[in-house]
């Protein structure tokens, strides 16, 4: 029997001609370094299957599956895949992918108590695209979480949204891959009811994640919280998500975007958003109809007497000022003219 090999550390080797500088990242099974081209200098991340892994058929296939799908799905809000490598004699299975400069969503909720309904729309509005790209292809994603949403700056946009690590996801269409019936695979956290009970899912199972994840952004906290992840479970299963309703230090959320959280988190996938398509059209309006009225909401002055009375205290002094000015300009203006006179 083979003895289990561990995760050690690779950094200063080569793998697919790519020099590991640093880990950045890991789990049970892969480790994420980023490196550099050794001839031609360009930055990647690059993903390394576990050594216990690299022969194993099941872990090979969803690996490959999983480089594969992201690879030819073509959207710009997933992860570019450059290449893949196999070095059976160095038991080493990797894929290399572009490397992302910026922080994931996670670390972004963890900096402040919840978003501006408007930049959490956004956010969830672009994630929509990269899930309908997967979607069209046959994949369901299966762990949307803030963990796995990259936040960098593209062009114009400070939070571009990259749709990261398709490591549990459920493949079909071109590229199959099944995942034993049974099996519990994503976050508790943000797990659909039918996820949680080991069932085959389709894209709506993501779209309930996107509500977890949008509940959030807007409060500060997941809809559902327990202290063992059976309470958890039964949670997502059981009771009704509580409402986004409310100001939660960023204004009242728009009416709209309460809709959109309670159809996302419904229990039956039947009365949830069609598709990802459906859902990201639903947050972009709700965007530009809180960007529109944050844009062009009026200044309101309170009316009380204090209030007052300071108003008309301002034109005072603005008078005065105003005065005084066009009383310096015209003494100015006489001073010069009889000093001119005097020198004539």
């Known amino acids: 029997m083979r ?3 561990t995760a050690s550390d690779l950094t200063g080797t080569v793998v697919g001609g790519y020099r590991l500088d640093r880990r950045i990242g890991g789990s049970a099974r892969a480790q994420v370094y980023y490196g550099r081209h050794a001839q031609l200098g360009r930055a990647a991340a690059i993903k390394i299957l576990n050594p216990d892994l690299a022969l194993d058929e099941e872990a090979m296939s969803r690996f490959f599956c999983e480089a594969r799908a992201v690879a030819e799905l073509g959207c710009e809000h997933l992860v570019e895949v450059y290449d893949f490598v196999f070095e059976p004699r160095k038991e080493r299975v990797a894929y290399i992918m572009e490397y992302l400069a910026g922080d994931d969503l996670r670390r972004s909720l963890d900096r402040t108590t919840g978003l501006p309904p408007h930049r959490a729309a956004r956010i969830a509005a672009q994630l929509c695209d990269a899930l309908a790209a997967a979607h069209a292809y046959g994949v369901v994603h299966r762990d949307v979480r803030p963990g796995n949403i990259m936040l960098v700056r593209r062009g114009g946009e400070p939070e571009f949204v990259k749709l990261i690590d398709f490591g549990v996801a459920q493949f079909a269409g071109q590229v ?13 956290l943000y797990m659909s009811p039918e996820a949680a009970r080991g069932q085959r899912v389709d894209g709506r199972a993501d779209l309930y994640s996107v509500g977890v994840v949008l509940y959030e952004m807007l409060t500060g906290i997941p ?6 992840q059976a309470a958890l479970i039964d949670q997502h ?7 986004v309703a409310g100001d939660h230090g960023h204004g009242e959320t728009p009416r709209q975007l309460v809709d959109i959280v309670r159809r996302c988190l419904q229990k039956s996938p039947d009365d949830r958003f069609e598709d990802a398509e459906s859902l990201r059209a639903a947050l972009l309006e709700a965007s530009y109809a809180q960007a529109d009225i944050e844009r062009t909401a009026p200044m309101v002055v309170p009316d009380d007497g204090l209030s007052r009375r300071f108003v008309r205290h301002a034109l005072r002094l603005r008078a005065s000022r105003t005065a005084a000015l066009v009383a310096g300009s015209t003494i100015g203006l006489a001073a010069g003219y009889w000093l001119a006179l005097a020198l004539r």
């Open 237 to 243: 299963l059981h009771q009704k998500a509580p409402s």
């Open 223 to 228: 809809p559902f919280r327990a202290v063992s």
């Open 176 to 188: 199959k891959h099944h995942t034993a019936a049974g099996n519990v695979l994503g976050n508790p």
């Open 3 to 5: 003895a289990q090999a």
